[in-house]
Structure formats: C-alpha cells, structure tokens
C-alpha cells in the first residue's frame, strides 16, 4: 500500500461546524489531491496542491479550503458543514513525473447531521 | 461533467467468463488510466495507457484505446470472484497537467 494515511476515517458532525480531514503521506510526492465520491457522481476532485503552499481548485471546490504547509500533509477545511458535504473523502499522490499513477488513501467517511 | 463515462453501470457474470468494460471521454488526452476499488476501499491503479498506444496487457488485463472514436476499453479474462468490484477510467486531459478526471465506474460482479 501506498504511504497515506488519512485522519479521522469516520466522522459524524453537525451542521455548520468546521472539519479539517488529515492526509499525510510518507512517500514525498510533489502532487497531492482531495476527492470525493458520490453515488452516482463517481469521483470528483475538490482540490490539489502541486507543492508546499502551491494549491488550485478543482471542480467541486466551493465550501472547502486546502492548506500545505508540509510536503507531506494536506489539510482540507469544511469551514461550515453542510448536509450535502456528506461524502467519502479520498486523499491521493502522485509523483514528479507527468501522467504518472496516482495513489489513493483509505477514504474518510464524513456524514454532517 | 465528467471526463470519462463508463458503460455498462453494472456487470454480472460467472466465474471464468469474461468481462468487458467501456470508457469514453471528450476531450484529447495524454493518457488513461483504468482503476479498481474494492468496496469500502480506495481506488488501486491497475493499468495506464498512453495516447500513442492501442493496446496494452498486464496478466489477466487487456485494454484498448481507440482515440479517434475517443474511447477505451478494459477486458479481465477468465474472471474470478475476487474480481469483484468497481472499475473506473480515468484520463490525464492534454491541458490539465498533473490532473485526472474520473468516471463513474462499472460494478463487476463475478458469481462463484
């Protein structure tokens, strides 16, 4: 298995409070990447970051905020969480190299009540 | 809208048959990558293949890419029950970089 490790695996929040989902990796890969996935919606990317403080939005970014100020941890923020935030969370790598593989954490469940 | 668009949704068939799954994108790519996940699991990469390719094979796999008809496919021979999961395509679009887009996979199920 890849060296990712996402935190917390499980969570039940209320709506409006903030939560902050942990990945951190051990493989010092440049690019990193927040997905999530839905029934009927497949995976979509929320964020990436292709550095320490470099990030972009990805397509379903609005209600999430990212940081990295670690090559090998990436924060993403709910900063009010809301019923249709409730999703599995995936964190993902990858390497330098251009069309490499990425690899993917175990996923959060986060179900925001 | 997504990328990659995987038909069919769901797939069930016997042990030692095969199985044949379809993806087809919009836009020109730099390569396209076929991914598994086990249920409640993350995706594991399972093969890439690039834009100047038309077939690759890793064991049991065997995909196809067919750009002009932007399309590709991934077949699983002899198929066991632990073949059983979710396959997703994903493409690295020619102007997204270090980007993948996913599809919405196929559900494969392999009966004993």
């Known amino acids: 298995d890849a060296g990712i490790t996402q935190s917390p695996r499980h969570k039940v929040t209320e709506t409006g409070t903030p939560v902050t989902l942990r990945c951190h990796q051990t493989?010092?890969?440049?690019?990193m990447y927040w997905y999530r996935q839905d029934p009927g919606h497949g995976l979509r990317l929320i964020h990436y970051s292709y550095g320490v403080k470099d990030t972009d939005k990805g397509e379903v970014s609005d209600g999430y905020s990212v940081s990295r100020s670690k090559t090998e941890d990436f924060l993403l923020t709910l900063e009010s969480a809301t019923s249709s935030q409730t999703s599995v969370y995936f964190c993902?790598?990858?390497?330098?190299?251009?069309?490499?593989?990425?690899?993917f954490g175990e996923g959060s469940w986060l179900t925001v009540v | 809208s997504q990328q990659g668009e995987e038909d069919p949704q769901a797939l069930s068939i016997q042990e030692g048959e095969n199985a044949t799954m379809n993806c087809s994108y919009k836009?020109?790519?730099?390569?396209l990558q076929w991914y598994r996940q086990n249920s409640g699991r993350g995706l594991v990469h399972l093969i890439l293949i690039r834009s100047n390719e038309r077939e690759k094979h890793s064991g049991r796999l065997r995909v196809t890419l067919d750009t002009s008809k932007k399309s590709s496919s991934l077949l699983i021979t002899a198929s066991r029950a632990a073949d059983t999961a979710s396959y997703f395509c994903a493409t690295r679009e020619e102007t997204s970089g270090s980007r993948l887009t996913f599809g919405e996979g196929t559900q494969l199920t392999v009966n004993p």
């Open positions: 493989e010092n890969h440049r690019y």
């Open positions: 993902a790598i990858s390497a330098l190299n251009p069309g490499n593989t990425i690899y």
């Open positions: 836009t020109s790519i730099n390569n």
